[in-house]
């Protein structure tokens, strides 16, 4: 999923921020609240739900595999809050898969589920209704088929198949989501993993000795009685702990007390990374209070608490009892054991009950439709080689070629793909561009397009190569490398390869990647040496 460093959610008029102000309850400020809601439910997913190896792409291909793990992990219910908060990422990641596959943006409805529910609205060329991911999650849970998930993807899938078959130049557009990309998720789940283990460490090697013997730090209560006397040996005011608060002793000190929360209140360490584009008073801008820093957290319940744990340490020197500042946390929930076969998560009949779940969240199909509808499409991701951009592209190409050639001179005979036809195509490009910026500003000239897919054909034809190109276009305008390209495999040294290496698998295989287009501009920064059939040698 392509980063959002201009999220047109964040503009102004951005339709996700529009409810910010808007009456609360509203249903425009429910759907902002939603929105600001995201970034926690997709860390929530991947930090403590999924496993280590998951793919965090909302891909549809990871459709089957997220309904497969939802049925196993809602299967026992232990009467905490764990099983509604799973739900919901669920539902959140399968929103923005679909969007992905469809575009369009979230919306909220008022006649969904019990008082409104989001709903993703596809890209309304496709005329499609609205999809309320939370109640297809629920229909999942109910049906126990596997393939609940899947179809809804698929038959969104198709309907975009269907219009790009008539209007082969469109595809889906969507409004950016903001502060759900996979590298934003990945940010906030491991920084506060690497800033916890590195703690642990400088507790085990000199803290614990430096704070009077580590036998006193064992995270029992009475060891928040010793941190209090410390915290007031050492600091008459508030003024004097503020100007030392960040060193390291005192980072441990609060490292320690933010720990005893996670050991004793079923806390967890937390991390909302700033976001750089979010407004001010927003949950990740810069002035946010949370936003930035790490903190502990009682995430994994409705009712949790969340605390910084410098400010603790600051108010046990203001002289409240470190004891009653840990008393905001409430005490973890005892648990009776495991309840086998919960389908729908009691704390989620408030947004949407059980008889909610029961009318069909896509339209029906027969079994024969459904059999057809997963024979033609096995969710895997656009291939790169094989897409209905880069298939688009290359037919007009190709339709076009005859009258480029003419236009070169010489026609298709004189334009043979051949190598030497590649010396011809570099005083060409050479004479009609006088230097490099004017090649760029023209990068969408019919003459230099024309012109880059010969030179690429040619390496298709001489070197066996591919092409290649994104699926999706990307959402960033300006960005240079969202062009076709040529690929071929880097050739082995079989004399240098040992015996136990393995080739067999040409994913394994470094590629050789040809940018057709910048290698044509670069002909004006090279030197006269330097030649386009020098690329064929690549493939030797």
Known sequence: ????????????????????????????????????CLHEFMTRFYDQFTYEEWEHDYAARSLPELEEALLDFCSLDDGGDGNAMYVESAAAYLGETLIEEAGGRWDWDETAGTDGLPVVCPDPVLGLPPVAPLLVVGRALT???GQVLATVARLLRKAVRDRQREHPEWWPRRVPTPWVRY?????????????????????LQWWGEEAGGRALWDFAPASLDTLQ??????????EDYDRVAHEPFWTMAAWYLGQYVVENKDALWQYREVNPGAPPGTWYAEDCYWAGSI??????????????PWVMLREAVAGVPLRDVVGRFPDPVPRDGFTKGATWPEALWAVARPEHLQAPPVPPLTEA??????????????????????????????????????????????????????????????????????TVAAHGD???????????????????????????????????????????????????????????????????????????????????????????????
């Not at 008029?13 to 600001?36: F, K, Q, T």
């Not at 006397?229 to 008459?236: E, H, M, V």
Request: proline share 6%; net charge negative.
């Open 229 to 238: 006397a410390l915290l007031r040996k050492n600091f008459s005011t508030v």
């Open 1 to 36: 999923m392509d980063g959002n460093t201009a999220d047109d959610a964040y503009t102004a008029d951005g339709v996700y921020m529009a409810g910010r102000h808007a009456p609360e309850g509203s249903p425009a400020h429910r759907l902002y609240l939603w929105i600001e």
């Open 369 to 438: 439709e459904l059999t057809e509808l997963t024979a033609a499409d096995d969710l895997a991701g656009p291939d790169w080689h094989d897409n209905h951009r880069l298939n688009t592209w290359l037919a007009a190409r190709r339709d076009a070629f005859a009258a480029w050639a003419a236009e070169a001179g010489g026609g298709t005979a004189e334009w043979d793909f051949s190598p030497a036809s590649l010396d011809r195509l570099e005083a060409l490009v050479r004479g009609r561009f006088a230097g490099y910026e004017e």
């Open 295 to 308: 903190f502990v957290s009682q995430r994994l319940r409705y009712d949790g608490h969340a605390e910084h």
């Open 446 to 540: 019919p003459f230099l397009v024309g012109a880059a897919w010969y030179f690429g054909e040619v390496q298709v034809r001489e070197c066996g190569a591919v092409w290649r190109w994104r699926p999706r276009p990307s959402e960033n305008p300006d960005d240079t490398y969202d062009v076709p390209m040529v690929e071929g495999p880097e050739a082995v040294d079989e004399a240098a390869v040992d015996e136990d290496d393995e080739y067999d698998d040409p994913e394994d295989d470094h590629l050789h990647i040809c940018d057709p287009t910048g290698e044509l501009r670069a002909l004006h920064l090279r030197g006269p040496d330097d030649h386009l059939r020098d690329a064929l040698a690549a493939y030797a």
């Open 143 to 145: 049906d126990k088929s």
């Open 183 to 203: 590298g934003t998720i990945l940010t906030a789940c491991n920084t506060p993993r690497r800033w916890k283990d590195a703690r642990i460490l400088d507790r």
